[in-house]
């Protein structure tokens, strides 16, 4: 998958400065479409939406997620612990690795009530608002994250960032293909995008809908990220919070928050889980501030390298950290695509 170098964007906004900024932070517009009515979204397939759900259900409130998160982590590390029987300290070292996550678990509720979190800049900062009785929690295994979207604290949205392993280094539209072959044909969205040469329509995202009320996409968030993900929903409960969060916070509505929070000066890159393209690449940077037993630092200086740098590291070299970091350790079991369950 092409990775797009994220410094770029960012030198370009800094480069327009306060005369380009508020038109760069826009976002892109809807493609338009010759006068013709909008395409229909199409509906999944509804066997493999349940399979997508698994066991989570719309209004399910926090506790009740959470419970169900720490048995899946549980139940992830069922396999080692078996191999492990034979060896005391083994089973000791893999029983208290999956104790420290257990624990760890709670600290990954976050409600968004109007303070700066380190999701407001990250690969979910369209997915939520604050002053709205918005919620969310993490978890991560071995292929991919996925948050946990509560509204009023039930649970109405799933979020998943896919890891390397199941990527594959496909492009978004091969991996929307096979998305496709599973869940059905989708509608294809495609923004404007302006550059030197002319506006292009580009690719965003492909959408389904369910005849239970479900709505399904798959976004590409390669260009700061390099993952695509994939979003369910209770379409009814969205379109509620989108009006609402129109209402409490209408300057917030259509903005880039990347570019925003560059002009503005006001980015933090300080939050643990939103190290997207370190954490597939099989390092975690921990938050300042946040407990000892979460923080990883791969780096004997202790300084995480610059997303420049990141950015310039072989792809080939990241693709072997992912496969060695998948392959060893704490020995979870991992899935492939078409076993994915949320």
């Keep these: 998958m092409k990775r797009v170098v994220r410094m770029s964007i960012v030198s370009l906004a800094l480069a327009l400065g306060v005369s380009g900024g508020p038109a760069l932070a826009k976002r892109k517009a809807p493609a338009k479409s010759g006068g013709k009515a909008a395409a229909a979204v199409p509906n999944a397939n509804a066997e493999e939406i349940e399979k997508l759900k698994g066991e989570f259900k719309w209004g399910m409130e926090v506790p009740a997620v959470q419970r169900l998160v720490e048995q899946r982590l549980r139940d992830s590390y069922a396999e080692s612990l078996k191999?492990?029987?034979g060896d005391p300290t083994q089973y000791s070292r893999v029983r208290g690795q999956m104790e420290k996550e257990?624990?760890?678990?709670?600290?990954?509720?976050?409600e968004f009530e109007g303070r700066k979190t380190g999701y407001d800049v990250s690969i979910v900062d369209q997915?939520?608002?604050?002053k709205?009785?918005?919620?969310m929690l993490v978890s991560r295994d071995e292929n991919n994250t996925r948050y946990y979207f509560f509204s009023d604290g039930k649970l109405y949205k799933l979020f998943i960032a896919f890891g390397k392993d199941i990527l594959a280094d496909k492009t978004f539209?091969?991996?929307g293909d096979l998305m496709q072959a599973r869940f059905g044909k989708a509608k294809t969205v495609k923004l404007e995008e302006k550059r030197k040469?002319?506006?292009v329509a580009k690719l965003d995202h492909f959408e389904?809908?369910?005849?239970?009320?479900?709505?399904?996409?798959?976004v590409d968030r390669s260009e700061f990220y390099d993952v695509y993900c994939l979003v369910i929903y209770d379409r009814k409960e969205?379109?509620?919070l989108r009006e609402l969060r129109a209402r409490v916070n209408p300057r917030s509505e259509g903005g880039d928050s990347l570019v925003e929070a560059v002009l503005s000066g006001s980015r933090t890159d300080a939050d643990v889980n939103e190290n997207i393209i370190d954490q597939i690449a099989g390092k975690e940077i921990g938050r300042p501030g946040a407990p000892v037993e979460d923080v990883v630092v791969p780096y004997s200086s202790g300084m995480a390298p610059s997303a420049a740098e990141v950015n310039a590291r072989p792809k080939a070299a990241a693709r072997t950290s992912s496969a060695a970091s998948s392959s060893g350790g704490s020995g979870k079991k991992s899935k492939a695509m078409d076993d994915i369950e949320l």
């Design 83 to 85: 191999k492990a029987i």
């Design 208 to 218: 389904w809908a369910s005849a239970a009320g479900d709505g399904l996409r798959l």
């Design 197 to 199: 040469d002319g506006v």
């Design 102 to 110: 257990v624990k760890g678990l709670k600290a990954k509720y976050t």
């Design 132 to 135: 709205t009785d918005e919620s």
């Design 127 to 130: 997915e939520f608002a604050h």
């Design 173 to 175: 539209e091969e991996f």
């Design 238 to 240: 969205e379109e509620r």
